[in-house]
C-alpha cells in the first residue's frame, strides 16, 4: 500500500508543479491584460487547493503508517 501511496504523492507533486507554473502565467498574462476572464485563474486555483489537501492527506496516511 505505501509504495502506491508514494507513486500517487509523485503524481500529485508534479501536478501541483504544473498548476503553480500555469497559474504564474495565467497571473502575468491578467496582469498585462492579454486575457479579460480571470475565471480561469479561479479554477486553477481551487484546483491547486484540492491538489495541496489530497497532498496533505496521503502524507498524513504516509506518516501514521510509518513509511
Do not use: N, P
Not at 507513486?7 to 502565467?25: C, D, G, Q, T
Not at 479579460?36 to 481551487?46: A, T
Amino acid at each position: 500500500m505505501g509504495d502506491l501511496l508514494l507513486k500517487r504523492l509523485a503524481v500529485v507533486r508534479k501536478r501541483r508543479e504544473a498548476l503553480l507554473l500555469e497559474e504564474a502565467r495565467l497571473a502575468r498574462m491578467a496582469r498585462q491584460k492579454k486575457i479579460k476572464d480571470v475565471s480561469l485563474l479561479r479554477v486553477i486555483r481551487r484546483e491547486k487547493e484540492l491538489l495541496l489537501r489530497e497532498e496533505a492527506r496521503i502524507v498524513r496516511v504516509l506518516k501514521q503508517a510509518g513509511a
